[in-house]
């Protein structure tokens, strides 16, 4: 499975962003997708993940409310539309598949590269 993140850039803050994510290679609905983010000094974080054909999603307390996660599996792709943007939400956003469990632990089977989101305050 190969992910490619984009969408990625520079945005104020209370902005909005849409981050997308193409899986190819063996993917089906059955993996579960997620994003996750590393801010400079900080180690990576959960920030949402979805399951099927977006029956279940789960979010991180710190963006839930202003992000949310959904997939087309006709594209084969994910994507995590951000509003309300805030400086601490700036970091490279990677994109992750794998089981459910997988993924909401941090542990998916497969990363993408990042993209970085940058939102000015």
């Known amino acids: 499975v190969q992910l490619q993140a984009s969408g990625g850039g520079l945005v104020q803050a209370g902005g909005s962003l849409r981050l997308s994510c193409a899986a190819s290679?063996?993917?089906?609905?059955?993996?579960?997708m997620g994003w996750f983010r590393q801010a400079p000094g900080k180690e990576r974080e959960f920030v949402a993940a979805?399951?099927?054909?977006?029956?279940?999603?789960r979010y991180a307390d710190s963006v839930r409310g202003r992000f949310t996660i959904f997939r087309d599996n006709v594209k084969n792709t994910v994507y995590l539309q951000m509003n309300s943007l805030k400086a601490d939400d700036t970091a490279v956003y990677y994109c992750?598949?794998?089981?459910?469990?997988?993924?909401?632990?941090?542990?998916?089977?497969?990363w993408g590269q990042g993209t970085l989101v940058t939102v000015s305050s």
């Open positions: 290679g063996r993917t089906d609905s059955s993996y579960s």
């Open positions: 992750a598949a794998g089981a459910w469990s997988q993924v909401v632990s941090g542990t998916p089977s497969y």
């Open positions: 979805v399951f099927g054909s977006n029956e279940v999603t």
